[in-house]
């Protein structure tokens, strides 16, 4: 739960939750967050057992861990309303489709390894 206390770790957690699979580079864009400050939030949600990650090529891929899912999901229901929460959210959307996130890099047969 004290990972929860943060609010930037909210907004990574609702990222993952709403849009799923995100690299450190795509988080930095939309949360405008230095690298060094999103690696120490990230580090600190994986190892308070709510995030896993997969190597593909140059790029770290993360997302929730299957057991995290619920625990965030009952979170999200009292902060989705959240005016910056909302504000990432478009900034993702924006992002995607502009492809410049770096999910819309990565070749579609390697993809299809992450995702299933």
């Not at 990230?42 to 190597?55: C, D, P, Q, R």
């Amino acid at each position: 739960m004290k990972a929860l206390g943060d609010p930037s770790r909210v907004r990574i957690l609702n990222l993952l939750y709403l849009r799923e699979h995100l690299t450190i580079s795509d988080l930095e864009f939309i949360l405008d967050f230095t690298q060094t400050k999103t690696s120490r939030h990230i580090m600190y949600l994986k190892h308070a057992g709510m995030l896993v990650s997969h190597k593909l090529d140059q790029w770290v891929i993360y997302d929730l861990k299957e057991e995290a899912i619920e625990l965030i999901g009952r979170f999200h229901a009292f902060v989705e309303k959240d005016v910056q929460l909302l504000k990432d959210l478009k900034t993702y959307d924006t992002l995607f489709s502009n492809r410049e996130l770096s999910l819309n890099k990565i070749e579609p047969s390697k993809w299809k390894k992450i995702i299933g």
